[in-house]
């Protein structure tokens, strides 16, 4: 509903929707006394705008330690701030004292000011009668803890603040990867984030799931809070209940197109973040030159910037100008965008933002993203080509693309290849709307004997029918060199990651991590390695190896073994090697099972034993627990949220919590869950978070069967004291032809099963 000042200030506007103008500062860097207009004044380096109920405009005047304001009628004064970076005292004046780098801004109900005066670690409150004091931080930059008093705690480089409707305070630390709430009586607590930078997955407690370096916080009329992820590339949202899930961003750093959904769209660097009274989300976009509209759909358009760094003249379309460097937005009552273009020292204005109608995206539009690496041993396979998506609202018929790749001179194809013009058709495949892609990469070989150099190959996308493909050739120049020399087995670091337990007469897995130091290339070749069992335990089954951080996902395969001794010793035939090829990145891990002998006295045992090679044995350790498998309670969580669409992926509908029922605890158990008919588990792994003094999250390592509808943790480290929860989040995806209707996700914990249960899921078209 528009009220009456909304209308009239609409009605008075001097230019059609989508304009855009400079309402404060010339351009130039620099401070010019207050008093004047806004617009013939110098910033510098503005960072945070706010806008209150009147239509008066705050601009955090980063660089000149200044709060600013512009009244309605375009005249700009100083409300915080004399200048001097640093940090005096509270309790006076804001125009007295110092702040030191104030970047965020927010404005309540009531017309106090909140600052993020960054550098000094702190928030800052004005209040209308135009006195300063400190709401939040000590002034130290740190963690301690939450629950106590907001002005006694440490904050680590707080850069964005918002304002609920209840006058609850929120605060986005870059430096603590977190976003912490002030409520009305002074309390802080952390909302989301949970200290570590990363990111992990979406559907769990915000407080136990990962962020990277949040910037830009903004709240909507329902309380839900955004969080702009300058680190991760994302925009999440926390609803009313502590759920987090990505509204924009798919975590890569780039720019794709408009159109489309938010969620399978690339953000580059986004900062401050917007939210409209119809509750459509703005993204300022620092590296993509841009500012980003998501509308209630959830689909994302831009509202400004042309992509290029750089000035245009003002009174035009603001699609169609430039920007440099985009990190701050706000939106008044009447829906107009408000931009702080952070290198060009001047505060833009977008007229009737909120109105203005995105063109209609084509029927079919389609892209590539190449793949190709920067550097390659030789002697080395790797891949080359691009992954053809779609942005566009229509099925693609994959019959009418081809993917020709033309290979540089001395490059090899994979197995069934022959000559240099390598291509690809994808008869009988769909290229879904907004999602999927069809594969067009090429495995390559650079031969032994190669001349170091840089090689060019090229990529052709063809295609036929109404299809609007941007962009269909590519070069794609790969440099060939002589591979380093690498060190044997004994430049591995090697340890047990958990200590696996089992009652006699059950399994257990043990796992052994392998990791080279700095990320060293390590090719020691085909290594013996004896393994000696705890006693009370045997070797039995097969071993298998996962690089889980490989460039291609999980790569993973079995062992070549030998039991020998009764089960006591195992010996593996098998090359180490890490860091070698993109297949091989990171670190990865040896999953050994174990049986407890029938018999064994429960205990720990830590008498087993790894030797690799010529290093130094590394110590393995198992537990004997009792013979009872314990007692336990399996629920589904979360019911209103267990419907999927078709097609969709990276989705939680079958949230499970597990209950410790009886008397002893729970350590390493196997876990199996299996999928009904159309909905498959996206990854070979299992996202769990415990009850605890504070919510704990771990990454089970998982195995998928062939056709992806069984899930099977060999040995999850539950480590739930009687009384105890934990909740468990697996990955899902939905065929496009699922079944509708209501399913079943089926859940085992133990072997034999001790406990089960099922969650029912809606498919829906």
């Keep these: 509903m528009t009220t009456n000042a909304n209308a009239s200030a609409l009605a008075a506007s001097p230019y059609p929707d989508g304009t855009i103008v400079t309402v404060a500062g010339t351009g130039t860097a620099g401070y010019v006394a207050d008093g004047g207009p806004a617009a013939g004044t110098s910033l510098y380096y503005p960072r945070g705008v706010a806008v209150d109920a009147a239509g008066n405009l705050y601009i955090g005047d980063q660089s000149n330690h200044r709060v600013r304001k512009v009244s309605p009628n375009g005249i700009i004064t100083t409300v915080a701030g004399n200048g001097t970076a640093g940090f005096v005292s509270d309790g006076g004046p804001a125009l007295g004292t110092s702040l030191n780098n104030p970047i965020g801004l927010a404005v309540d109900g009531a017309r106090n000011l909140y600052i993020a005066d960054t550098n000094n670690h702190r928030v800052r409150k004005v209040s209308p009668n135009g006195i300063i004091t400190t709401v939040a931080g000590n002034g130290q930059a740190g963690f301690v803890s939450d629950g106590g008093p907001a002005v006694a705690t440490k904050l680590n480089s707080p850069q964005g603040v918002a304002v609920d409707a209840a006058g609850n305070l929120y605060i986005a630390e870059a430096g603590n990867h977190r976003v912490r709430k002030v409520s009305p009586n002074g309390i802080i607590t952390t909302v989301a984030g949970n200290g570590q930078a990363g990111f992990v997955s979406d559907g769990g407690p915000a407080i136990a799931t990962r962020l990277s370096t949040p910037t830009g916080v903004a709240v909507d009329a329902a309380g839900n809070l955004y969080i702009g992820e300058w680190g991760g590339h994302r925009v999440r949202k926390v609803d009313t209940n502590g759920i987090i899930t990505t509204v924009a961003g798919n975590g890569v750093a780039g720019y794709v197109s408009d159109g489309g959904p938010a969620v399978a769209t690339r953000l580059n660097v986004p900062g401050a973040v917007a939210v409209d009274a119809a509750g459509s989300l703005y993204i300022a976009e620092y590296s993509n030159q841009r500012v980003r509209k998501v509308d209630t759909d959830g689909i994302i358009t831009t509202v400004a910037g042309d992509g290029v760094a750089g000035y245009v003249a003002d009174g035009g379309p603001a699609v169609g100008t430039r920007l440099y460097g985009p990190i701050g937005v706000a939106v008044d009552t009447a829906g107009s965008l408000y931009i702080a273009d952070y290198s060009n020292h001047r505060i833009r204005k977008v007229y009737g933002a909120a109105a203005v109608v995105p063109p209609t995206p084509p029927a079919a539009d389609l892209y590539g993203e190449v793949v190709h690496p920067v550097s390659v041993p030789r002697g080395q396979e790797f891949d080359l080509g691009a992954r053809i998506r779609s942005r566009g609202p229509a099925t693609v018929d994959g019959g009418d693309v081809t993917v020709v790749l033309t290979l540089a001179e001395g490059l090899l194809g994979g197995p069934g290849t022959s000559g240099r013009r390598l291509t690809r058709t994808f008869t009988g495949a769909q290229l879904f709307p907004n999602a999927g892609s069809l594969d067009g990469v090429f495995r390559v070989t650079a031969p032994n004997g190669l001349i170091p150099g840089t090689y060019e190959s090229t990529l052709e996308i063809q295609y036929g029918g109404e299809l609007n493909l941007k962009d269909n050739t590519y070069t794609l120049p790969v440099s060939i060199v002589v591979p380093a020399p690498v060190g044997d087995e004994t430049a591995l670091t090697i340890y047990q990651e958990t200590v696996p337990e089992a009652a006699p007469g059950q399994s257990a897995r043990v796992d052994l991590r392998f990791l080279s130091p700095t990320s060293r290339p390590v090719n020691p070749g085909v290594v013996i390695q004896r393994y000696t069992a705890p006693t009370g335990f045997v070797f039995t089954g097969k071993p298998v190896y996962a690089y889980h951080t490989a460039s291609h996902g999980v790569i993973s395969g079995d062992l070549d073994f030998q039991v020998i001794d009764g089960g006591r010793t195992l010996i593996i035939a098998a090359n180490p090697h890490l860091n070698t090829t993109p297949t091989d990145t ?16 429960p205990g720990l045992r830590t008498d087993g034993s790894a030797t690799i090679g010529k290093r130094q044995p590394v110590q393995i350790a198992a537990k004997v627990t009792s013979a009872s498998a314990g007692s336990a309670r399996v629920e589904q969580l979360q019911r209103d949220r267990a419907k999927v669409r078709r097609g969709q992926q990276w989705v939680y509908p079958a ?80 065929d496009p032809a699922a079944p509708l209707g209501v399913v079943s996700v089926g859940f085992q914990l133990g072997s034999p099963a001790f406990a089960s249960g099922a969650a029912a899921v809606t498919v829906e078209a």
């Design 586 to 601: 990171g670190s990865f891990v040896y999953s050994i099972p174990l049986l407890a002998l029938p018999g064994s006295a």
């Design 655 to 734: 949230v499970f919590k597990v209950t410790n029922t009886g008397q002893s605890r729970i350590g390493t158990q196997q876990i199996v869950l299996t999928a009904p008919e159309g909905l498959r588990f996206t990854e070979n792994r299992l996202v769990m978070t415990r009850q605890d003094d504070a919510p704990r999250e771990t990454v089970n390592v998982a195995e998928r069967s062939a056709d992806s509808r069984t899930l099977t943790v060999r040995a999850s480290a539950l480590e739930l004291d009687p009384g105890k929860t934990a909740t468990l989040y697996p990955e899902l995806e939905v």
